[in-house]
């Protein structure tokens, strides 16, 4: 990967940490209070909310500081060694984690009898495709645990 390419995307990924950062201190507890407003019936959940709303929004950047650091190995040219692997578990923790926040909160929204086929339908395709990142995960560090043994092995022969 060209050093260019590298560096535009961990400019983007800076960026992208900067307004995850802003969401989770201005934008998601203003949401949550002006949700506990509009929808009195369910204002209790404007803490919880705010909470698993944060955490989500961390289970992102956690990611992205992960793939900022598989991005270094690939600059230095490293990426199929050992040391790629904890950022790929980590990453692929961040989102079974986030999937199951998102589980949550489609469960405890059921419960209450407060949910809009929107919503519904939002909270389930957060799930599908928090559990299909998983997988991709899941397969990926297969390919990267061969790559990186093919590489070892590659070594020993020259």
Do not use: N
């Not at 998601?28 to 909310?49: D, K, L, N, T």
């Amino acid at each position: 990967m060209q050093r260019t390419t590298i560096v535009v995307l961990k400019v983007l990924i800076a960026a992208l940490l900067v307004l995850l950062l802003c969401c989770q201190v201005f934008v998601v507890p203003a949401v949550a209070a002006q949700s506990a407003v509009r929808y009195s019936e369910i204002a209790y959940f404007e803490i919880p909310g705010t909470i698993v709303g944060i955490l989500f929004l961390l289970c992102v950047q956690v990611v992205l500081v992960c793939v900022w650091r598989l991005l270094s190995l690939v600059r230095e040219d490293s990426i199929f060694s050992e040391s790629a692997f904890p950022d790929v578990d980590v990453s692929l923790a961040a989102v079974a984690f986030a999937t199951f926040l998102v589980l949550v909160a489609l469960i405890a929204l059921s419960l209450t009898g407060f949910m809009t086929p929107s919503i519904t339908l939002l909270l389930l395709l957060g799930v599908v495709v928090g559990a299909g990142l998983s997988l991709l995960i899941v397969v990926l560090r297969s390919l990267l645990r061969k790559a990186s043994q093919l590489e070892h092995d590659l070594s020993e022969v020259v």
